[in-house]
T-cell receptor, first 112, second 116 residues
Framework: SQQGEEDPQALSIQEGENATMNCSYK?????LQWYRQNSGRGLVHLIL?????REKHSGRLRVTLDTSKKSSSLLITASRAADTASYFC????????????FGSGTRLLVRP | NAGVMQNPRHLVRRRGQEARLRCSPM?????VYWYRQLPEEGLKFMVY????????ESGMPKERFSAEFPKEGPSILRIQQVVRGDSAAYFC??????????????FGEGSWLTVV
């Protein structure tokens, strides 16, 4: 499997609930980023966490990074129907930091 | 400050035709990247260019695909003799400097290519 695999592949929750998505990767990284993609649209950058950071917050988003386990999680609190989208993690490799390696994404459905 | 501009947004080509996708990076950005997204998959790196130079084309198919970023004008991703398997969304991204460390790569809205 490729670097940056998300889990679960699909997630369906009720509005107001929290959504947690996980990402695993294989090689050493400089940083890890999360993106959102609405159907048929481009990617929207959500948050970047550096390899020396363990947790980062942005509004209703909370990202954690565990470099010992080569994993990250994205938590969306108090979800809204507008959060319905695909979420991707992307890592860069230490030896080619300009190249982002994306997972296959988690498709989140927030039911009103 | 306009974002990364891609055109066309949607393109339909018959097998064997050529597809040209254009990308204008954000103002002040001299580094351009192209990614491809197949249905239900994540983005895959294709090529990294700076003005007039291809820095890394390790993700580009060996045949039919080429990319350029001339001194003047947008970056162009060119696909010759398209086949059905080329149907995908092609995303351009740009950054002010090399690499992602500490800086964000900004993506365009994508060009959706359909080969019929």
């Amino acid at each position: 499997s490729q670097q940056g695999e998300e889990d679960p592949q699909a997630l369906s929750i009720q509005e107001g609930e929290n959504a947690t998505m996980n990402c695993s990767y294989k090689t050493s990284i400089n940083n890890l980023q999360w993106y959102r993609q609405n159907s048929g649209r481009g990617l929207v950058h959500l948050i970047l966490i550096r390899s020396n950071e363990r947790e980062k917050h942005s509004g209703r988003l909370r990202v954690t990074l565990d470099t010992s386990k080569k994993s990250s999680s994205l938590l969306i609190t108090a979800s809204r129907a507008a959060d319905t989208a695909s979420y991707f993690c992307a890592t860069d490799a230490r030896d080619s930091s300009y190249k982002l390696i994306f997972g296959s994404g988690t498709r989140l459905l927030v039911r009103p | 400050n306009a974002g990364v501009m891609q055109n066309p947004r949607h393109l339909v080509r018959r097998r064997g035709q050529e597809a040209r996708l254009r990308c204008s990076p954000m103002k002040g950005h001299s580094h351009v990247y192209w990614y491809r997204q197949l249905p239900e998959e994540g983005l895959k790196f294709m090529v990294y260019l700076q003005k007039e130079n291809i820095i890394d084309e390790s993700g580009m198919p060996k045949e039919r695909f080429s990319a350029e970023f001339p001194k003047e004008g947008p970056s162009i991703l060119r696909i010759q003799q398209v086949v059905r398997g080329d149907s995908a969304a092609y995303f351009c991204a740009s950054s002010p400097g090399r690499g992602t460390s500490g800086s964000t790569i900004y993506f365009g809205e994508g060009s959706w290519l359909t080969v019929v």
